[in-house]
């Protein structure tokens, strides 16, 4: 039977835990050195052009205009 050795183990996860940390400080320096993407705008670019207010509808637009012909085929 074959004891198992706390003391090689610990070091072997203390090790891959180092690893793991420096890894992350790596991504985390490579992250703050690429520009991001929003630009110096400030703006975000997935709100970008949106006009605070009401919206039209999408729908609407064909209500509007069967209306409108309607009201011009009529004899007055």
Known sequence: MQKSRPT???RAR???KQEKAQQKVARRMER???????GTGGED????GIVPGP????WGDDEV???A???SDEPA
């Open 65 to 67: 205009e069967a209306e």
């Open 55 to 58: 919206q039209a509808s999408p």
């Open 45 to 48: 670019p997935d709100i970008a």
């Open 14 to 16: 203390e090790r891959a």
């Open 8 to 10: 090689q183990n610990k």
């Open 69 to 71: 012909e309607e009201e």
């Open 32 to 38: 703050k050195s690429t520009p991001s993407d929003r």
